[in-house]
């Protein structure tokens, strides 16, 4: 067969040698519509800088001054995402980005033209990871939030839940929550230790379960009272995945348990004496 027919590869290998690799999903922004306190400012620049967003825009903002108390509520987010922070309009925003307003009251009820089609914040987390736009994060005034012209004009709508005794939380608080559970679209690793356990040896597992029923012979209870314990501890452990180091852990503290109790069950042997002390 010749170079040119079915079947053969050219020289320059496979077509998906010259495939473009996956693009990285962009991060949202966070947009702040005429904030009223600055310190509410630097709350969520900080909350942001937690959970690895960068991106700050502020419609009408107040003053934010360097010695202010939005830099003092910023934390390290005073080094980069408050101080980059962009003034924009409202109009920018819906012209350029998939929106996602926050809300906590719209007022609107069952008679209105406009209904707004609620998300948690763990559903609009599943919900964005489907989107493939530049997207932006809504939060409104402290006092008023976001009204309903304006909700009208954005794509999605999250309300976070709480008591329905007093359902609304301050600004600050809001962004925290919702970004926490967004984290997933922003942050590839955190700080948490041990995400991944790997669990002991079943050997291992199955020497601990030996050894205490070895210990719970040495105490002397009834046979269905020993049978009940060495299947709560096998209950128990199947829960726990318990690690190498632990598991070792515990087998040394048995191990030694059982050898005392062997040599008290052999001197009240030698003396004569009872193997318990009679219970007062």
Same mark, same amino acid.
């Given at each position: 067969?010749?170079?040119?027919?079915?079947?053969?590869?050219?020289?320059?290998?496979?077509? =998906?040698?010259? /495939?473009? *690799?996956? +693009?990285?999903? &962009?991060? *949202?922004?966070?947009?702040?519509?005429?904030?009223?306190?600055?310190?509410?400012? @630097?709350?969520i620049a +900080?909350?942001?800088?937690?959970?690895?967003?960068?991106?700050? #825009?502020?419609?009408?903002?107040?003053?934010?001054?360097?010695?202010?108390?939005?830099? @003092?509520?910023?934390?390290?987010?005073?080094?980069d995402v408050?101080?980059?922070?962009?003034? %924009?309009?409202?109009?920018?925003? %819906?012209?350029?980005?998939?929106?996602?307003?926050?809300?906590?009251?719209?007022?609107?009820? =069952?008679?209105?033209?406009?209904?707004?089609?609620? #998300?948690? *914040?763990?559903?609009?987390?599943?919900?964005? &990871?489907?989107?493939?736009?530049?997207?932006?994060?809504?939060? @409104? +005034?402290?006092?008023?939030?976001?009204?309903?012209?304006?909700?009208?004009?954005?794509?999605?709508?999250?309300?976070?839940? /709480?008591? =329905?005794?007093?359902?609304?939380?301050?600004?600050? !608080?809001?962004?925290?929550?919702?970004?926490?559970?967004?984290?997933?679209?922003?942050?590839?690793? $955190? !700080?948490?230790?041990? $995400?991944?356990?790997?669990?002991?040896?079943?050997?291992?597992?199955? +020497?601990?379960?030996?050894?205490?029923?070895?210990?719970?012979?040495?105490?002397?209870?009834? =046979?269905?009272?020993?049978?009940?314990? /060495?299947?709560?501890?096998?209950?128990?452990?199947?829960? /726990?995945?318990? $690690?190498?180091?632990?598991?070792?852990?515990?087998?040394?503290?048995?191990? &030694?348990?059982? $050898? &005392?109790?062997?040599?008290?069950?052999?001197?009240?042997?030698?003396?004569?004496?009872?193997?318990?002390?009679?219970?007062?």
């Open positions: 067969m010749s170079g040119d027919e079915e079947g053969t590869e050219s020289p320059g290998g496979s077509d =998906d040698d010259d /495939a473009e *690799p996956p +693009r990285e999903r &962009k991060k *949202p922004v966070v947009v702040v519509v005429e904030p009223e306190t600055p310190g509410n400012v @630097g709350t +900080r909350a942001m800088k937690n959970f690895g967003l960068s991106e700050l #825009k502020l419609v009408n903002p107040p003053e934010i001054p360097e010695d202010g108390e939005a830099y @003092g509520f910023a934390g390290h987010a005073r080094e408050l101080p980059n922070a962009e003034e %924009v309009t409202f109009d920018e925003v %819906v012209a350029n980005y998939h929106t996602v307003g926050t809300t906590a009251i719209t007022g609107e009820d =069952d008679r209105s033209h406009e209904r707004y089609p609620f #998300k948690t *914040p763990a559903e609009l987390r599943e919900s964005l &990871k489907t989107v493939d736009a530049p997207t932006a994060i809504v939060f @409104g +005034r402290e006092g008023r939030g976001l009204n309903n012209e304006e909700l009208s004009r954005l794509d999605e709508v999250c309300s976070i839940p /709480a008591s =329905d005794d007093y359902p609304v939380l301050n600004l600050g !608080q809001a962004a925290t929550v919702l970004l926490y559970e967004l984290r997933e679209l922003s942050v590839d690793e $955190t !700080q948490l230790p041990d $995400t991944e356990v790997t669990r002991a040896p079943e050997n291992d597992v199955e +020497r601990f379960h030996e050894f205490f029923d070895e210990f719970l012979a040495a105490t002397g209870a009834r =046979d269905h009272v020993r049978e009940k314990n /060495a299947l709560l501890m096998r209950r128990l452990l199947g829960r /726990a995945h318990p $690690t190498e180091r632990e598991i070792h852990s515990l087998l040394g503290t048995f191990r &030694k348990a059982n $050898t &005392k109790l062997d040599h008290a069950d052999h001197l009240a042997a030698k003396y004569d004496e009872p193997v318990y002390p009679p219970e007062g």
